[in-house]
């Protein structure tokens, strides 16, 4: 009997051992679990952030370009007087023609009605000599003896005429001379008819919009500047409330990291220091450093001016914090660890002592339970056995307790996903209603005797605002597709198709643009094939690759084909093209939201980076697959593949 005790003793001593290794992993098990999810919604957020910074350059750029649609800049400068050169006083003040004046005028104006609609500080007319023509602060417009003839100092002066017609120069942040404020620059040159650049237009942003972007709920957003410092932190402003003391005259000297907070405002130690020299050279991933003697993890994506670097950051525990359930099933794991211990140690001294039946009704007991519908013990004994039973019953009724809780959590997270459903429907619509009397109004002037004749000026003007009105319906579907697939609500209706058929209308489609863009679309498909599948969707996959091939192929050299061909039990199609190409780098993330192959605020495609993902979305909802072959300067291939009709 002393060696069934011993024997008992020590498997029991083993089993509490065992427990509380296995609580232990299970808690770190957690812990990663938790921190993995945070950060996957962290680059989330940095995505959204990144977007809408360079949704706030595109805005900026697109609003100078249309200031500048008014045809009075060109008029000005195609004034024989304004040709002939600057006339000045005795007093070094440019004079005006009437002519002059009244162009200048009505560009005033123009300029004035401008500032009131953005959000923009100072607006100013520079010609080549670097005098100042017309210049707006604050909405106020400067008397003509406070024109600088001395403007070609300033830093976007040289740039500005770089750029062609309907190009934007966006200038790293300085302080405006005339407003004291941090500001962007934007400007264009105003270009002639013979392509002469005589002047440019320029506004000024406050860099504060830009800062005011790095809000968060919670933990720590900034922008790095390559050269070690912070142009905006969502806890520190003082970049907004540098010092103003800087001029046109001193930008050849100028040093931002004067003006600007150091990295080290963030982290002084070697640790921070190596991931911002990883995040500079990385461009987009995941860190983390010790802080305050805690791990602090970094999410970091490069945004597209100037080479600055978007970090979003958390310490591990505010991580942690975020989740709800983290210290209730920590809590849990104790419980039912301290519980099953508690039961070894009874069960080793009650065996020990005597095996008799309550031992064997508990057996059966536990062998009997439902794990989905725990019941209680009835306890009719006050011994070992009875206080094993009103341990588990403890602990039936803890699980019980959380259970209801889970429950609770996941009747709120369902209300959620209705609430997000219900808003992204109404956001939809929204959107769309306006856009169909708009494109409806627009065609019906477009269709010549429907309202009335046009002249060619008004015609272009119509065909920009149909073409502009249909590209943003196009956008919303595209998000719209996008929140379906994301939700699993895009539906498909099968039914059987020709694909040679569904091919030559595809080429029949894109006709026109083809004969536009004088390139060559081909269908090269020669066998009879027949799928059951969406043919909608499928069109939509086409046009999408089509026209994406489009962007990237040259006019009157560009040839794009596409084929259908049998490949063992599935249906093998393809887009090729003899364009750029994309580089294997770039391949691996042609099909994330968002994603655009040319990011440089110069590109010349647009989109809003969503086809291709939309594209993979349908073609995994048809249960196919699809992928990219392609490398620099040799053309792209788009390969889809679905299941033939079974026979």
């Given at each position: 009997m002393k060696i069934l005790h011993k024997f008992i003793l020590t498997f029991s001593t083993i089993i509490i051992i065992a427990i509380g290794l296995v609580s232990f992993f299970s808690i770190q098990y957690l812990e990663s679990a938790v921190t993995d999810s945070e950060l996957e919604e962290m680059k989330?957020?940095?995505?959204?952030?990144?977007?809408?910074?360079?949704?706030?350059?595109?805005r900026a750029s697109e609003d100078l370009i249309f200031a500048m649609k008014n045809p009075k800049f060109v008029e000005y400068f195609e004034l024989p007087e304004t040709k002939a050169g600057n006339n000045y006083d005795e007093n070094g003040i440019l004079q005006y023609t009437p002519k002059q004046n009244e162009i200048k005028s009505e560009l005033e104006q123009w300029i004035f009605n401008f500032q009131n609609k953005f959000q923009v500080d100072e607006t100013c007319i520079i010609d080549a000599t670097g005098q100042e023509h017309a210049r707006l602060v604050l909405k106020n417009i400067a008397p003509v003896d406070d024109l600088s003839s001395e403007e070609s100092s300033a830093p976007f002066f040289e740039p500005s005429f770089e750029k062609n017609v309907d190009e934007v120069h966006i200038q790293y942040p300085y302080v405006s001379p005339d407003t004291n404020r941090w500001v962007f620059a934007?400007?264009?040159?105003?270009?002639?008819?013979d392509g002469e650049k005589p002047a440019f237009y320029h506004f000024e942003m406050p860099i504060t919009i830009f800062q005011s972007l790095m809000t968060t709920e919670n933990g720590r957003m900034y922008v790095i500047d390559p050269n070690g410092f912070i142009i905006a932190d969502s806890q520190n402003n003082s970049?907004?409330?540098?010092?103003?003391n800087v001029a046109f005259e001193n930008m050849d000297s100028f040093v931002p990291s004067n003006y600007f907070p150091s990295i080290q405002t963030v982290s002084a130690t070697s640790e921070y220091s190596l991931l911002v020299k990883e995040m500079i050279s990385e461009k987009m991933g995941f860190g983390k450093y010790m802080k305050n003697n805690e791990n602090t993890f970094v999410v970091y994506e490069e945004l597209p001016t100037f080479g600055w670097i978007l970090?979003?950051?958390k310490p591990l525990s505010l991580m942690l914090s975020g989740s709800t359930t983290i210290n209730e099933l920590e809590t849990i794991i104790m419980v039912i660890s301290t519980i099953t211990a508690l039961a070894g140690i009874l069960f080793a001294v009650v065996l020990?002592?005597?095996i008799t039946r309550p031992l064997s009704n508990l057996s059966k007991w536990s062998s009997s339970q439902d794990v989905k519908n725990l019941?209680?013990?009835?306890?009719?004994?006050?011994?070992?056995?009875?206080?094993?039973g009103k341990s588990l019953n403890v602990m039936i009724d803890e699980i019980s307790k959380n259970e209801e809780k889970i429950s609770q959590q996941l009747e709120k997270l369902q209300e959620l996903d209705i609430k997000?459903?219900?808003f992204a429907s109404m956001v939809t619509h929204e959107l769309k209603t306006p856009l169909t009397p708009i494109i409806g109004f627009a065609t019906m002037l477009k269709n010549k005797g429907m309202i009335g004749e046009l002249n060619s000026n008004q015609e272009k003007a119509v065909k920009t605002i149909f073409d502009n009105a249909k590209h943003l319906n196009n956008l919303i579907g595209d998000l719209l597709d996008i929140e379906k697939l994301a939700l699993g609500k895009m539906k498909f209706d099968h039914q059987q198709i020709n694909v040679k058929n569904l091919l030559n209308d595809i080429i029949k489609n894109t006709t026109q643009i083809a004969i536009e863009k004088k390139i060559e679309i081909k269908n090269t498909t020669k066998k009879d094939i027949r799928i059951f599948s969406d043919e909608s969707r499928l069109k939509q996959v086409f046009n999408n690759l089509i026209y994406n091939a489009i962007d990237f192929v040259d006019e009157n050299t560009g040839k794009i084909e596409i084929n259908a061909q049998i490949k063992d039990s599935d249906v093998l199609f393809f887009v090729k093209d003899n364009g750029v190409g994309i580089s294997k780098e770039q391949q691996k993330q042609l099909f994330r939201k968002f994603y655009q192959v040319d990011t440089s605020r110069t590109r010349k495609h647009g989109g809003t980076g969503l086809g291709l993902s939309i594209c993979h979305g349908i073609i995994t909802g048809l249960r196919g697959s699809i992928w990219c072959d392609s490398s620099k300067d040799t053309g792209t291939t788009f390969y889809f593949s679905i299941k033939k009709e079974k026979s």
């Amino acid at each position: 009997m002393k060696i069934l005790h011993k024997f008992i003793l020590t498997f029991s001593t083993i089993i509490i051992i065992a427990i509380g290794l296995v609580s232990f992993f299970s808690i770190q098990y957690l812990e990663s679990a938790v921190t993995d999810s945070e950060l996957e919604e962290m680059k989330k957020i940095t995505e959204l952030k990144s977007l809408l910074i360079k949704n706030l350059h595109d805005r900026a750029s697109e609003d100078l370009i249309f200031a500048m649609k008014n045809p009075k800049f060109v008029e000005y400068f195609e004034l024989p007087e304004t040709k002939a050169g600057n006339n000045y006083d005795e007093n070094g003040i440019l004079q005006y023609t009437p002519k002059q004046n009244e162009i200048k005028s009505e560009l005033e104006q123009w300029i004035f009605n401008f500032q009131n609609k953005f959000q923009v500080d100072e607006t100013c007319i520079i010609d080549a000599t670097g005098q100042e023509h017309a210049r707006l602060v604050l909405k106020n417009i400067a008397p003509v003896d406070d024109l600088s003839s001395e403007e070609s100092s300033a830093p976007f002066f040289e740039p500005s005429f770089e750029k062609n017609v309907d190009e934007v120069h966006i200038q790293y942040p300085y302080v405006s001379p005339d407003t004291n404020r941090w500001v962007f620059a934007y400007t264009s040159p105003i270009v002639l008819g013979d392509g002469e650049k005589p002047a440019f237009y320029h506004f000024e942003m406050p860099i504060t919009i830009f800062q005011s972007l790095m809000t968060t709920e919670n933990g720590r957003m900034y922008v790095i500047d390559p050269n070690g410092f912070i142009i905006a932190d969502s806890q520190n402003n003082s970049a907004a409330n540098a010092k103003n003391n800087v001029a046109f005259e001193n930008m050849d000297s100028f040093v931002p990291s004067n003006y600007f907070p150091s990295i080290q405002t963030v982290s002084a130690t070697s640790e921070y220091s190596l991931l911002v020299k990883e995040m500079i050279s990385e461009k987009m991933g995941f860190g983390k450093y010790m802080k305050n003697n805690e791990n602090t993890f970094v999410v970091y994506e490069e945004l597209p001016t100037f080479g600055w670097i978007l970090a979003y950051e958390k310490p591990l525990s505010l991580m942690l914090s975020g989740s709800t359930t983290i210290n209730e099933l920590e809590t849990i794991i104790m419980v039912i660890s301290t519980i099953t211990a508690l039961a070894g140690i009874l069960f080793a001294v009650v065996l020990s002592l005597k095996i008799t039946r309550p031992l064997s009704n508990l057996s059966k007991w536990s062998s009997s339970q439902d794990v989905k519908n725990l019941s209680k013990i009835s306890i009719t004994q006050d011994d070992e056995i009875g206080k094993v039973g009103k341990s588990l019953n403890v602990m039936i009724d803890e699980i019980s307790k959380n259970e209801e809780k889970i429950s609770q959590q996941l009747e709120k997270l369902q209300e959620l996903d209705i609430k997000k459903d219900e808003f992204a429907s109404m956001v939809t619509h929204e959107l769309k209603t306006p856009l169909t009397p708009i494109i409806g109004f627009a065609t019906m002037l477009k269709n010549k005797g429907m309202i009335g004749e046009l002249n060619s000026n008004q015609e272009k003007a119509v065909k920009t605002i149909f073409d502009n009105a249909k590209h943003l319906n196009n956008l919303i579907g595209d998000l719209l597709d996008i929140e379906k697939l994301a939700l699993g609500k895009m539906k498909f209706d099968h039914q059987q198709i020709n694909v040679k058929n569904l091919l030559n209308d595809i080429i029949k489609n894109t006709t026109q643009i083809a004969i536009e863009k004088k390139i060559e679309i081909k269908n090269t498909t020669k066998k009879d094939i027949r799928i059951f599948s969406d043919e909608s969707r499928l069109k939509q996959v086409f046009n999408n690759l089509i026209y994406n091939a489009i962007d990237f192929v040259d006019e009157n050299t560009g040839k794009i084909e596409i084929n259908a061909q049998i490949k063992d039990s599935d249906v093998l199609f393809f887009v090729k093209d003899n364009g750029v190409g994309i580089s294997k780098e770039q391949q691996k993330q042609l099909f994330r939201k968002f994603y655009q192959v040319d990011t440089s605020r110069t590109r010349k495609h647009g989109g809003t980076g969503l086809g291709l993902s939309i594209c993979h979305g349908i073609i995994t909802g048809l249960r196919g697959s699809i992928w990219c072959d392609s490398s620099k300067d040799t053309g792209t291939t788009f390969y889809f593949s679905i299941k033939k009709e079974k026979s």
